[in-house]
């Protein structure tokens, strides 16, 4: 770019005393004035006065432009994002889009930005509805590895103390400014920083301990508008009942009405939509949510020794009574059985449910686990691990 002076004399109040001014400057300046006005050089533009002219007209334009001359020059963006925006005022071709869209995919990793993501995210939005089912599902699974890899944080023994450290500050004292930031990782940072953007959350697992993970709402936005009906209400209800925690470690963190009511949905799923997709994953779903409902959990209990209803929680005893007065349910059915099983004997219990323990079973020191597995029998509950075999409570779908 061509550099110029310009040379300014004006007038003061008094005619004999006059200053000048040199400025530098872009030559792009000289398309505002007049060709007569300005005598311009390599070096030096003059712009000549004499009494009957006046800088005053112009006086204020050169300041204004010396002035943007002045700011200090923007970040450049990221190389990604300039490629992307430069590409926005060409045509689209869908059809090249969503043939390359699983290499973008899969060129994701932990040292990608939330651009990138959201870049992604809004070509699925394109091509989503221009694929088949099959192909539906196979970029979601797509989406949950580019997720994971994302996500991704190596960190040192030191970055991973201070990240724990960050973690328990932020679940003690969520509003104050933490001050293990700067001994964090660079990714940590930057995730940290950018919470919130294409759909990272920084997840509170319960007792300080923090995660990222993907929101159960980018499902629901991103893939389940487009996709048929069943696998649309599955992916929708499933994200928003696992937008808080239903349980941390070995204890209920929803209340038995709550339970109840997930119970059921799962249910009538099942009978309105058998032929779904994720039809297995809802039938473990209602396992669950049934177990919970009449079991609990190891730290929280439905009850200590189920010896009749006054040892039963109250909130769930509530609505398994409810529950039994259902029709056409087989949960409700299940509730009508708890309900009996409570007015059992321990020995018509015995003889009427006859279980067997195994020798690790009865060296243990647990108390109530006659009963127990003589309850799970009797109601045909099965004692699933909710953690090996699939996760099914922290996002939209089962991963």
């Known amino acids: 770019m061509t550099k110029y002076r310009l040379l300014i004399t004006t007038r003061n109040q008094t005619p004999s005393q006059c200053y000048t001014e040199k400025i530098l400057f872009s030559d792009k300046i000289t398309s ?24 005053k007209p112009y006086f204020a334009f050169v300041i ?20 992307k925006q430069s590409q926005q005022d060409e045509p689209v071709d869908l059809s090249l889009l969503c043939k390359n869209i699983e290499n973008e995919i899969l060129n994701i990793n932990s040292e990608r930005t939330t651009f990138a993501l959201e870049q992604i995210n809004q070509d699925l939005k394109l091509c989503l509805p221009l694929s088949t089912f099959d192909e539906q599902k196979h970029f979601l699974t797509l989406s949950n590895q580019m997720y994971q890899n ?18 328990f500050d932020l679940a003690q004292h969520p509003t104050v400014q933490q001050n293990h930031f700067e001994q964090l990782s660079l990714r940590d940072q930057y995730l940290l920083k950018h919470k919130g953007q294409a759909y990272i959350e920084l997840f509170d697992a319960g007792k300080g ?64 939509y058998p032929k779904s997709s994720y039809r297995k994953d809802a039938e473990y779903l209602l396992q669950m949510y049934s177990l919970f409902l009449f079991k609990g959990m190891n730290d929280s209990p439905v009850s200590d020794t189920y010896i009749d209803k006054y040892t039963i929680q109250s909130s769930s005893l509530d609505e398994i009574e409810k529950l039994a ?67 099914c409570f922290s996002d939209a779908v089962c991963l």
Not at 151 to 165: M, Y
Not at 355 to 378: D, G, I
Request: proline share 7%.
């Open 209 to 272: 301990r923090l995660n990222y993970r993907r929101s159960p709402e980018y499902l629901a936005k991103i893939f389940a508008p487009y996709m048929p009906q069943a696998e649309q209400v599955f992916i929708e209800n499933l994200a928003t009942q696992n937008m808080m925690p239903v349980f941390v470690e070995k204890t209920l963190m929803i209340e038995p009405h709550e339970i109840a009511t997930r119970a059921l949905f799962w249910e009538e799923y099942l009978n309105q």
């Open 64 to 83: 204004c432009i010396l002035l943007l001359g002045c700011q200090k020059p923007e970040p450049q963006p990221i190389l990604e994002q300039a490629e």
């Open 32 to 55: 505002y004035f007049p060709k007569s006005f300005l005598h311009v050089s390599r070096y030096k533009m003059t712009v000549p006065f004499n009494k009957r002219c006046s800088v």
């Open 150 to 167: 994302f996500l991704t944080v190596n960190r040192t023994p030191p970055q991973q103390s201070a990240f724990e450290a960050y973690a």
């Open 325 to 391: 007065q259902i029709k056409n349910s087989a949960l409700a059915n299940q509730a009508g059985k708890f309900m009996h099983f409570l007015q059992l004997s321990a020995e018509q219990r015995l003889k009427q449910i006859p279980v067997q323990l195994s020798a690790q079973e009865q060296s243990s020191q647990s108390k109530n686990l006659l009963t127990e597995k003589q309850l799970a029998q009797y109601l045909g509950l099965k004692n699933a691990n909710h953690s090996k075999i699939r996760d």
